[in-house]
């Protein structure tokens, strides 16, 4: 059974504050695996530099959420769909992800939260069941993670019925709009914590800028606030090539 009509607010109590974090993308683009994410959540919590002489780790910082971007899915193993079983359950690409649920775990040990990924743009799906959005709500909260990423290449498009499930669900998810500045709030409409107010940004000034300058709107209107902030995409900080 599903719930109708629209979550004027994901009322999860998250992003208080704009979320701070690290993900996968900008960095190892498709060529990301377990062993990868657990390597950055270490090195999240690792206190190897100094900050006014005390040993500083990002986390100590704020940075203390590590999320997994694009291509965790086994592509073409479903056979109604691209990376969902007939059932609408996500197919996790096990060579390159052997325990989800690990991973998260390795993720709260260190006192980290971990982030998921959504509506996925590599092998995206064409077609979607109301199935699909539950059994992947699901997932989410049975691996343990604590944050989505919905980004806006398949179908999975309908940012109320996540919301209205996630908060069925009765775990608090911290759910990320990545639909480029397609979907966007209003004065009384926000089923997200947080949504992007522009394209993909690059490693250049320019881009950065520019990106920047796409959520000033959002700030002059006072619709960028407590549990709705807007973005520009990821910082760049030491990102010097394409994704992967």
Not at 54 to 68: H, I, R
Not at 88 to 96: A, E, Q, S, T
Request: charged fraction near 20%; aromatic fraction near 10%; proline fraction near 5%.
């Amino acid at each position: 059974l599903l719930l109708a009509g629209q979550a004027l607010a994901i009322d999860n109590g998250l992003g208080r504050t704009p979320p701070m974090g690290w993900r996968s993308w900008n960095l190892y683009g498709a060529n990301v695996n377990q062993t990868l994410m657990e390597s950055i959540m270490d090195g999240m919590v690792a206190r190897k530099r100094s900050v006014d002489g005390v040993p500083t780790s990002l986390c100590d910082l704020g940075y203390c959420d590590v999320g997994l971007d694009d291509n965790w899915q086994a592509c073409g193993a479903g056979h109604k769909f691209s990376y969902h079983n007939d059932a609408g359950v996500p197919i996790i690409n096990r060579d390159r992800f052997p325990d989800m649920e690990e991973m998260t775990k390795h993720a709260h040990k260190l006192g980290l939260s971990a982030g998921w990924y959504g509506n996925n743009c590599i092998c995206a799906e064409t077609d979607v069941t109301t199935d699909m959005y539950q059994a992947d709500v699901t997932s989410v909260t049975e691996f343990g993670f604590d944050a989505i990423k919905l980004d806006g290449c398949g179908k999975q498009m309908d940012l109320d019925l996540w919301a209205n499930l996630f908060n069925a669900s009765g775990r608090p998810v911290m759910i990320e709009n990545c639909h480029w500045g397609g979907t966007v709030p209003n004065e009384t409409w926000c089923p997200w914590n947080f949504f992007r107010t522009s394209g993909d940004v690059r490693a250049s000034y320019g881009s950065v800028v520019g990106n920047l300058q796409t959520t000033v709107q959002w700030a002059q209107k006072q619709l960028s606030k407590p549990g709705c902030w807007a973005y520009p995409d990821m910082l760049e900080v030491g990102c010097q090539h394409g994704p992967g």
